[in-house]
């Protein structure tokens, strides 16, 4: 199966062809739970009836917290960015939901401890003290700003709040990664 080159593209169409066949019945009745719906409904609102690409994520992020009604929210956020991050603290305080920031050096731990090949001795990321601290604080959604990759990976994976991610790291590109994929297609169109 390979979406990128089927030719038929049925799916656009509202058709199916027997390689991309679901199981319609299943996928349609967990669509119907509530809280599913709750969030396809309100992700909905953002971007149907010609709202699509009239918001930015922030402004898109905002008004979904406030139409899920999340009562409390956890940013799990760099370090290195943590200047951005007490600057957006106020807007997310804005929704009305109380924001629990969490760091990723939370719990101090060295990354020989949490590396068992690194022979570093510096305060590493912590990503599964960064999930259990939100998890024991019992947040309803997890914004995710500027964690490594791989750390952001661990995170998900221990969380068990709802996940979104605002800002995804590239230290190159000052954390534009269509400017990182534009670079690369130069870089590979160059050889």
């Known amino acids: 199966m390979d979406c990128i080159d089927c030719k038929a593209k049925s799916c656009r169409k509202g058709g199916k062809t ?10 349609i009745s967990e669509y119907k739970n509530e809280e599913n719906q709750k969030i396809v409904q309100n992700a909905a ?21 406030r139409l899920m009604k999340y009562q409390k929210i956890g ?3 760099c370090y290195g960015l943590e200047n951005l991050v007490s600057q957006l603290l106020p807007v997310f305080r804005k929704t009305g939901a109380e924001v629990v920031p969490v760091s990723c050096t939370f719990g101090g731990l060295l990354q020989d401890e949490v590396n068992q090949e690194s022979r570093i001795h510096n305060v590493s990321c912590n990503p599964l003290s960064q999930a259990e601290k939100l998890n024991q604080e ?4 997890t914004i995710v700003i500027g964690l490594c990759l791989g750390h952001d990976i661990l995170l998900n994976r221990y969380l068990k709040s709802d ?20 670079k690369l297609f130069l870089e590979l169109n160059r050889q």
């Open 138 to 141: 019992k947040v309803e959604l």
């Open 18 to 27: 027997r390689i991309c066949e679901i199981n319609k019945e299943k996928t």
């Open 163 to 182: 996940v979104t991610t605002l800002l995804v790291k590239d230290r190159t590109v000052s954390h534009d990664v269509m400017k990182g994929i534009s």
């Open 75 to 77: 940013l799990a956020y």
């Open 45 to 65: 609102i953002l971007v149907d009836n010609g709202r699509a690409g009239t918001l930015s994520r922030i402004q898109e992020l905002l008004e979904f917290i």
